[in-house]
T-cell receptor, first 114, second 117 residues
Framework: DAGVIQSPRHEVTEMGQEVTLRCKPI?????LFWYRQTMMRGLELLIY????????DSGMPEDRFSAKMPNASFSTLKIQPSEPRDSAVYFC????????????FGDGTRLSIL | AQTVTQSQPEMSVQEAETVTLSCTYD???????LFWYKQPPSRQMILVIR??????QNATENRFSVNFQKAAKSFSLKISDSQLGDTAMYFC??????????????FGTGTRLTIIP
């Protein structure tokens, strides 16, 4: 089975540009999570969805960040406008609805804002 | 709120030796789940092992095993016969009981493990 697929793997862009990160969860998984990883703050949960509905977005840093899940097989995380402090590795993870099952992570997107 | 503490920022061990990574957590829940994830330099997050709090038996996966002490709220990871490929950042993570909205993980800050040839 294919794992969680994220694209792009690397993104370098200039400050002020719009950035869109994409994620395809594992088929049959009904929860999807977006994380940000930095040296200073470690792994932070930004938002998560259950059955395509946002459940908890308390980790989204500010209004410049938005996430959507239009269907069970696709999600996006958008930053507009981007700032240098948004530079980080962004992970998407998915999991089944079964009790206590682990989250499965994608390979992450390394985002660099110049 | 739950917290997960990994008190060893870095560790190193000779190849073939055994190493134990510590993790403690704070919760008022009786049922929950604990995980260890490995993040090698390739940056993938790989599940190493999973423990259910209501099971007293410690989980094992090949060379990886845990010492789960529920009363002490401790969940250490033991790696036996360590290999160069075990070099990675290791994260301990906690998941609350499986009610709606509780699927999110709380991660520790990680332990960077280096296996020395």
């Amino acid at each position: 089975d294919a794992g969680v697929i994220q694209s792009p793997r690397h993104e370098v862009t200039e400050m002020g540009q719009e950035v869109t990160l994409r994620c395809k969860p594992i088929s049959g998984h009904n929860s999807l999570f977006w994380y940000r990883q930095t040296m200073m703050r470690g792994l932070e949960l930004l938002i998560y969805f259950n059955n395509n509905v946002p459940i908890d977005d308390s980790g989204m840093p500010e209004d410049r960040f938005s996430a959507k899940m239009p269907n069970a097989s696709f999600s996006t995380l958008k930053i507009q406008p981007s700032e240098p402090r948004d530079s980080a590795v962004y992970f998407c993870a998915s999991m089944t609805g079964a009790e206590g099952q682990p989250q499965h992570f994608g390979d992450g997107t390394r985002l660099s804002i110049l | 709120a739950q917290t997960v503490t990994q008190s060893q920022p870095e560790m190193s061990v000779q190849e073939a030796e055994t190493v134990t990574l510590s993790c403690t957590y704070d919760t008022s829940e009786n049922n929950y789940y604990l995980f260890w994830y490995k993040q090698p330099p390739s940056r993938q997050m790989i599940l190493v092992i999973r423990q259910e709090a209501y099971k007293q038996q410690n989980a094992t996966e090949n060379r990886f095993s845990v010492n789960f002490q529920k009363a002490a709220k401790s969940f250490s990871l033991k790696i036996s016969d360590s290999q160069l490929g075990d070099t990675a950042m290791y994260f301990c993570a906690f998941m609350k009981p499986p009610n709606f909205g509780n699927e999110k993980l709380t991660f520790g800050t990680g332990t960077r493990l280096t296996i020395i040839p």
